[in-house]
């Protein structure tokens, strides 16, 4: 089916037009998705406009960067080039490190970073070794 594309005009205050809004299925417009909760930090990301050899993820400092990019290429109407960046913060609890990307058959990219496992220390825990001091003190145990 085709996509529907509503637009309307936003309005605040007294500006009667801002830049409009586009209402179109996330699966066809290009959308994503971000979710970080308790266990990961999850992207979903449709690329359906691009083949995977025209996808790249790479890790920048602390954000992940997905770029898509058809060369240029001639239709009836005139030239077309499609291209996309789209930048993540990684959240710090993140492990950067360990970050997945995989491309599905519908044309949905997903990109993954589990949670950084917490060392003891880092919950502010340690274990105080207890000093023994002087001679240790003989107890008789009574015997039934």
């Known amino acids: 089916g085709a996509d529907v594309l509503v637009i309307r005009p936003c309005c605040r205050g007294f500006q009667r ?3 409009y809004e586009r209402d179109v299925d996330c699966k066809s417009s290009g959308i994503s ?3 970080a909760d308790k266990n990961k930090f999850h992207v ?11 996808v790249i993820v790479r890790v920048v ?5 997905v770029e898509g990019k058809h060369e240029e290429r001639q ?8 291209q996309f960046v789209r930048k993540y913060l990684v959240p710090q609890q993140c492990n950067v ?27 502010n825990e340690r274990i105080i070794k207890v000093q023994i001091i002087g ?6 145990v009574k015997s039934s």
Request: no cysteine; aromatic share 6%; glycine share 4%.
């Open 17 to 19: 037009f801002q830049p």
């Open 33 to 35: 998705t971000v979710q």
């Open 44 to 54: 979903t990301l449709d690329v359906q406009q691009f083949v995977s050899e025209e």
């Open 61 to 65: 400092g602390g954000n992940v960067a």
């Open 75 to 82: 239709d009836e109407h005139g030239f077309i080039l499609r």
């Open 97 to 123: 490190n360990q970050l997945k990307s995989s491309l599905y058959s519908d044309e949905v990219l997903m990109i993954n970073a589990p949670r950084k496992e917490l060392n003891p220390q880092s919950k």
């Open 135 to 140: 001679q240790p003190v003989l107890r008789k």
